[in-house]
């Protein structure tokens, strides 16, 4: 029974040089964040006062955070070039839409008010860019499992951000790696695909202009990373 015949699909798939398709996935994001130990270790620090009467002092030691990964979705198209019976070249270009949210150890306070949100709101629109190696095992009847890792260029057009607390600037760089499964189906393939991107670029900007620059200050150093579970058609 294990070894019965298992009819193929999709048997010349493989050998075509050039192909193409579409990717639906489901996408978190997240910030690595590194904090200066105390406020007055920021060049050119500047005490504020929260509306609520509470002072930010030099000595003061700000924390924020992702309290919780929040889904978000992409679309994209694919172009994959064969280069060997177990390399393909592949460009994904897409677009996604997610949103982070970071918490403080002090209230947030947006336009002079103090929020009812224990978290502040960062969304973003990605124009993503990626160019990966695709390394795959042999087919093994209709199944091939597969490894993938390459680089990644994102600009977030998000025309709100220019308002955020923490703003980011809109340029940002990857390295991508992660793993799937190939399953050849009777008229396309379909593949699962688990990837992480780790930002490499330094995103944090200047804290917007007329609202409290405490938020932003507490923040030596802001990258982005991005988990993505994609479904691959083609």
Same mark, same amino acid.
């Given at each position: 029974?294990?070894?019965?015949?298992?009819?193929?699909? #999709?048997?010349?798939?493989? =050998?075509? +040089?050039?192909?193409? &398709?579409?990717?639906?996935?489901?996408?978190? $994001?997240?910030? /690595? @964040?590194?904090?200066?130990?105390?406020?007055?270790?920021?060049?050119?620090?500047?005490?504020?006062?929260?509306?609520?009467?509470?002072?930010?002092?030099?000595?003061?030691?700000?924390?924020?955070?992702?309290?919780?990964?929040?889904?978000?979705?992409?679309?994209?198209?694919?172009?994959?070039?064969? #280069?060997?019976?177990?390399? =393909?070249? +592949?460009?994904?270009? &897409?677009?996604?839409?997610?949103?982070?949210? $970071?918490?403080? /150890? @002090?209230?947030?306070?947006?336009?002079?008010?103090?929020?009812?949100?224990?978290?502040?709101?960062?969304?973003?629109?990605?124009?993503?860019?990626?160019?990966?190696?695709?390394?795959?095992?042999?087919?093994?009847?209709?199944?091939?499992?597969?490894?993938?890792?390459?680089?990644?260029?994102?600009?977030?057009?998000?025309?709100?951000?220019?308002?955020?607390?923490?703003?980011?600037?809109?340029?940002?760089?990857? $390295?991508?790696?992660?793993?799937?499964?190939?399953?050849?189906?009777?008229?396309?393939?379909?593949?699962?695909?688990?990837?992480?991107?780790?930002?490499?670029?330094?995103?944090?900007?200047?804290?917007?202009?007329?609202?409290?620059?405490?938020?932003?200050?507490?923040?030596?150093?802001?990258?982005?990373?991005?988990?993505?579970?994609?479904?691959?058609?083609?």
């Amino acid at each position: 029974m294990a070894q019965r015949t298992v009819v193929k699909n #999709l048997t010349t798939f493989d =050998d075509k +040089r050039l192909h193409f &398709g579409f990717t639906l996935a489901l996408n978190t $994001l997240d910030f /690595n @964040i590194d904090h200066y130990p105390t406020l007055g270790d920021k060049t050119n620090f500047v005490s504020e006062i929260l509306s609520n009467g509470t002072p930010i002092v030099a000595s003061n030691k700000i924390r924020g955070d992702i309290s919780t990964l929040t889904p978000g979705f992409t679309v994209g198209i694919i172009t994959n070039l064969r #280069l060997s019976e177990s390399l =393909d070249l +592949r460009f994904l270009p &897409g677009m996604s839409f997610g949103e982070r949210k $970071l918490t403080y /150890n @002090i209230p947030i306070e947006e336009g002079n008010n103090l929020s009812k949100d224990q978290f502040f709101s960062i969304k973003s629109t990605f124009l993503d860019f990626p160019l990966l190696i695709k390394y795959k095992s042999r087919r093994m009847n209709n199944q091939r499992p597969y490894l993938i890792g390459g680089v990644a260029y994102r600009i977030d057009i998000n025309k709100s951000g220019k308002e955020d607390l923490v703003r980011t600037k809109p340029f940002s760089s990857y $390295l991508e790696a992660g793993m799937g499964w190939d399953t050849y189906l009777q008229f396309f393939r379909l593949s699962t695909e688990l990837k992480f991107s780790f930002g490499l670029s330094n995103i944090l900007n200047n804290g917007p202009k007329d609202q409290l620059q405490v938020y932003t200050n507490a923040f030596s150093r802001l990258s982005s990373n991005v988990f993505t579970l994609s479904f691959h058609f083609e």
